[in-house]
């Protein structure tokens, strides 16, 4: 659970945008079961078509096959067993068949995902004009319960003007068990969504349920199968005991949120009052990022910084987490955008040195050695991948390098 968003300074106005980018996202959906029937009578056909297949998705029904430790489901959407070593190759978000699956979401990771409240559609051009890579309409946290229905109403809208947009949108729904959670999906998966930040993710099985529901909007909708991403957050010590297989259970997901705010769910279901440098959870940050790396997930999201007064903490507590291997931050304030991009993103001396690092182990290889001393430091192979990798990914590899 992530703090209510605060409001933008005044003197914050909407600026003209240029056109987004095409790297919307591309990822599949999913969801259906008779006890969380939508008030919505648009969306109670849907519901009703899908009968015992969606309920039997929701409780995830297990059928084992040999020793693979694969799970299937009626979707087709793959579950996980408690088997790390088979987990691993257990990728989910199948189709059913004669769809063609979207391909995966290419964009790089967000420096800044910025959380905005669903009933404040004009923060969205606010949160563009400061910067960010990505922007969460929050019908979670941030909006009273009796504005939620209006503001369902506003999203459909809001993505729609999307287009004008650099950064992607994403929304923050409610949790997959809120008897709303339908409403939210119907009102939400349109053209100009990129995906769902799955608040409160306790489950692979909560995950396959939702990817099915997001498979019905799709197809009834006219959008790609799989192409709507998934960010999911685990918000209690239980579903970070049990991340890897959450984010194995469907191909969709293409990132986590660490839930590891002072004062959030995480922290005091655990007990945990944090410090101004946060030693106290650097154990679940380095968890939940080890386990989102061993499931190639591309966005690692830190949790937001609520002490809006702390600019200098923030970016302090930005540093930190790029070390740890994080690589970007969800943000609550505009003030907060412009520290986020510039802790999470590459800058010039770090492309100078992968450049350097390259360019001496190339050096030394040609000269027949496997190792080499460069500014004071043993650097081999493996190293020099890792810094190729990095300029590659730039566009950056091939100037300033030796061959």
């Not at 299937?72 to 257990?90: D, N, V």
């Not at 391909?103 to 669903?118: E, G, L, N, Q």
């Not at 259970?249 to 769910?265: E, L, S, Y």
């Amino acid at each position: 659970m992530l703090p209510t968003v605060s409001p933008p300074p005044e003197s914050w106005t909407s600026t003209t945008h240029t056109k987004r980018a095409s790297h919307r996202a591309t990822i599949p959906r999913t969801r259906g079961t008779d006890d969380l029937v939508s008030r919505d009578p648009d969306v109670q056909t849907g519901q009703a078509s899908l009968g015992a297949t969606g309920l039997a998705a929701i409780h995830c029904h297990r059928r084992h096959t040999g020793e693979s430790g694969e799970v299937h489901t009626p979707l087709g959407h793959t579950c996980l067993t408690k088997s790390r070593t088979s987990s691993r190759k257990l990728k989910g978000g199948h189709v059913p068949t004669g769809q063609t699956q979207a391909r995966p979401h290419d964009r790089d990771s967000y420096r800044s995902i910025h959380f905005v409240p669903a009933s404040r559609p004009d923060w969205v051009w606010t949160a563009e004009a400061a910067g960010a890579d990505a922007i969460v309409i929050d019908l979670e946290d941030s909006v009273a319960p009796d504005q939620r229905a209006a503001a369902r109403r506003q999203i459909k809208t809001t993505l729609s003007d999307g287009s004008a947009l650099r950064a992607d949108l994403w929304v923050r729904t409610l949790d997959v068990d809120n008897a709303e959670f339908e409403d939210d999906l119907a009102a939400v998966v349109h053209e100009g969504l990129t995906g769902i930040l799955l608040p409160k993710t306790e489950s692979a099985e909560q995950v396959v349920a939702a990817s099915s529901r997001l498979l019905h909007f799709e197809s009834t909708r006219g959008l790609a199968p799989g192409s709507t991403a998934l960010i999911v957050s685990p918000e209690s010590p239980a579903a970070v005991g049990d991340l890897g297989d959450i984010l194995r259970a469907d191909r969709r997901i293409i990132g986590v949120g660490f839930a590891g705010a002072d004062g959030g769910d995480l922290c005091n279901a655990l007990g945990i009052s944090q410090s101004r440098d946060r030693r106290e959870v650097l154990y679940l940050r380095s968890r939940v990022q080890f386990e989102a790396v061993l499931a190639g997930c591309r966005q690692i999201i830190e949790s937001v910084w609520v002490d809006l007064d702390d600019a200098d903490g923030f970016s302090a507590d930005c540093q930190l987490s790029r070390r740890l291997g994080y690589t970007g931050r969800g943000t609550i304030h505009p003030d907060q955008i412009a520290a986020a991009n510039a802790a999470y993103g590459p800058g010039p001396q770090q492309i100078a040195d992968a450049r350097a690092l390259l360019t001496a182990y190339r050096e030394a290889a040609a000269a027949g050695h496997g190792a080499a001393k460069h500014r004071g430091r043993m650097i081999d192979a493996a190293m020099a991948e890792g810094a190729e990798r990095f300029l590659a990914r730039l566009g950056a590899l091939d100037s300033g390098v030796r061959k």
